[in-house]
C-alpha cells in the first residue's frame, strides 16, 4: 500500500509533465507599420527663420520617417501666431497628422478654433497648410463671431479667423449688437 502511495503520485506527476504545451500565436508586424519614435504628451515647435508659426502640444505622437508623416492622438492642441509673433488662434481636437516635409497639419474629430478676436470654428476635419498660414476644409462649418453665426460647408480663413469665406451656406444670424 506504502509503494501504492508512493507510485501515485510520482506517475501522476510525469504524465502532466508531458503534456504538449501550445505556444501563443505571434503575428509578424510589417515594419512600415512601427513608428520611427514615439513621444507622450510632447511639444513640437514650427519655425521659420527663427520665427514661430506654430506650437503643437499632443498626448501622443508618432514619427513614421518612410512615409514622411507624424500621427498626432491622445489629444491635439495647436497655438498659431503671425508674422510678428503675436498669438492669433488655438486649434484643439482629438487627432491629428502632420506632413513631415510642408509642415502642414490635418486636425480631425471635434476640431474648435477659437481666435483671439472672438471667433470661433467647430468642424470634423481641419488642415492648416504652414506656407501661406491659412485654413480649409470641405466638411460642416459652424463659425460664431461677435457680430455673426454662419454655417455651411467647407470654407477658408485665414489662422486667425479675420477673413473667413464659407462656400456653401446653410444658416446664419446677424447680432444686433
Same mark, same amino acid.
Given at each position: $500500500?506504502?509503494?501504492?502511495? +508512493?507510485?501515485?503520485?510520482?506517475?501522476?506527476?510525469?504524465?502532466?509533465?508531458?503534456?504538449?504545451?501550445?505556444?501563443?500565436?505571434?503575428?509578424?508586424?510589417?515594419?512600415?507599420?512601427?513608428?520611427?519614435?514615439?513621444?507622450?504628451?510632447?511639444?513640437? +515647435?514650427?519655425?521659420?527663420?527663427?520665427? !514661430?508659426?506654430? !506650437?503643437?502640444?499632443?498626448?501622443?505622437?508618432? $514619427?513614421?520617417?518612410?512615409?514622411?508623416?507624424?500621427?498626432?492622438?491622445?489629444?491635439?492642441?495647436?497655438?498659431? &501666431?503671425?508674422? %510678428?509673433?503675436? %498669438?492669433?488662434?488655438?486649434?484643439?481636437?482629438?487627432?491629428?497628422?502632420?506632413?513631415?516635409?510642408?509642415?502642414?497639419?490635418?486636425? &480631425?474629430?471635434? /476640431?474648435?478654433? /477659437?481666435?483671439?478676436?472672438?471667433?470661433?470654428?467647430?468642424?470634423? *476635419?481641419?488642415?492648416?497648410?504652414?506656407?501661406?498660414?491659412?485654413?480649409?476644409?470641405?466638411?460642416?462649418?459652424?463659425?460664431?463671431?461677435?457680430?455673426? %453665426?454662419?454655417?455651411? *460647408?467647407? $470654407?477658408?480663413?485665414?489662422?486667425?479667423? @479675420?477673413?473667413? @469665406?464659407?462656400?456653401? !451656406?446653410?444658416?446664419?444670424? !446677424?447680432?444686433?449688437?
Amino acid at each position: $500500500m506504502r509503494a501504492l502511495v +508512493v507510485i501515485l503520485p510520482l506517475t501522476l506527476a510525469l504524465c502532466a509533465g508531458c503534456e504538449e504545451r501550445t505556444k501563443p500565436a505571434v503575428t509578424p508586424l510589417a515594419h512600415q507599420s512601427l513608428p520611427s519614435q514615439e513621444s507622450w504628451n510632447s511639444t513640437v +515647435v514650427f519655425t521659420d527663420s527663427a520665427q !514661430v508659426k506654430a !506650437v503643437l502640444w499632443s498626448g501622443h505622437i508618432s $514619427m513614421y520617417s518612410a512615409e514622411h508623416v507624424t500621427m498626432l492622438d491622445d489629444s491635439v492642441r495647436v497655438d498659431f &501666431y503671425d508674422e %510678428h509673433g503675436v %498669438h492669433t488662434s488655438r486649434l484643439t481636437a482629438h487627432r491629428g497628422k502632420v506632413d513631415d516635409q510642408t509642415h502642414d497639419l490635418e486636425a &480631425y474629430e471635434h /476640431v474648435t478654433v /477659437v481666435s483671439d478676436s472672438g471667433t470661433t470654428l467647430k468642424t470634423e *476635419r481641419l488642415f492648416w497648410t504652414n506656407a501661406t498660414r491659412k485654413t480649409h476644409t470641405d466638411d460642416f462649418v459652424d463659425i460664431v463671431s461677435p457680430k455673426e %453665426h454662419i454655417m455651411g *460647408r467647407g $470654407m477658408e480663413s485665414d489662422q486667425g479667423l @479675420r477673413n473667413y @469665406r464659407i462656400f456653401r !451656406v446653410t444658416g446664419q444670424a !446677424v447680432s444686433d449688437e
